[in-house]
């Protein structure tokens, strides 16, 4: 067991270029989406969790707006104000970390008035996140977490991926008008399928074991009816206790493979390490089952 020490995709709504009020739109969709950098309390999961509802914020609690005063209050605009990010390079095969904001579709001015106090006034984004955005992200003080290309709608993914870093721009999608932050830029994770008999000519070699990062993610019960040497047991139904200190016990830059029968599970893992910050996550393709059948006959198969 660990020696233990101890935080998507984000699909934004598709985004109207009318300034005109609309009804507010629902955010569970939204709220679904928004990944995490950290969990900090994860109970322990069944093998048929899926990580993208561990993600989820509390979508049905957040209060409304709270009412402000003087330069922050909210009346109607009378022009409209479109994005604000300058153009910059593509940013290709990058990853960004972003936080927002959201006010409704009739609250440019107070848009404006927050952006006015984060330049001038020296107001984080996202204390300003919490105190008036309308995202369920507001718990985590607007951060969305890494995103790439083809995760947002093309208005929030052209302002993201042309805004230079640190600077807070502007713009608009169905759900309203958003400042964001982009805090940070990355190469973008893998997550790629290994073929059992590619593992295991790489599992000959010495050097590999001691190299590479092997999880197997099966409950011990599986693990004792067959398996791979190398391999570190961290079972699924046990998140809550492993999941929180993985970078503390792996190394994000290093190779790591995951395992379990079919392929399944241990694709779930490598998406979450892959949010994590792993650079490069392998799913042994087909689990261990195909591993003994494929590669390996002296392996058991249940």
Known sequence: MLGLRGARAAQLPY???????????SFSGFARRLPLLASAALSPLPPSFSFSSASAVR???DPPMRPVSGALSRSRPTTRVFCSAAATAPREGKELLVQHLLVGEQDVRLLVDLEKNIITGGADLSDLAVEYSLCPSKENGGMLGWVRRGQMVPEFEEAAFGAPLNKVVRCKTKFGWHLLQVL????????????PEELHA?????????????IDVREPDEVDKASLE???????????????????????????YVLCHHGMRSMQVAKWLQSQGFRKVYNVAGGIHAYAVKADSSIPTY
Request: net charge negative; charged share 30%; hydrophobic share 35%.
């Open 15 to 25: 985004a109207s270029a009318a300034v005109a009020p609309t009804p507010t739109p």
């Open 230 to 256: 190398g391999f570190k047991v961290l079972s699924l139904r046990q998140f809550g206790t492993w999941g929180p200190v993985m970078t503390d016990e792996f190394d994000p830059q290093k190779d790591t």
């Open 184 to 195: 940070a830029e990355r190469d973008q994770c893998v997550v790629e399928d290994i073929p």
């Open 202 to 214: 790489k599992m000959q070699d010495p050097n590999f074991l001691e190299e590479a990062q092997l």
């Open 59 to 61: 979508r049905d609690r």
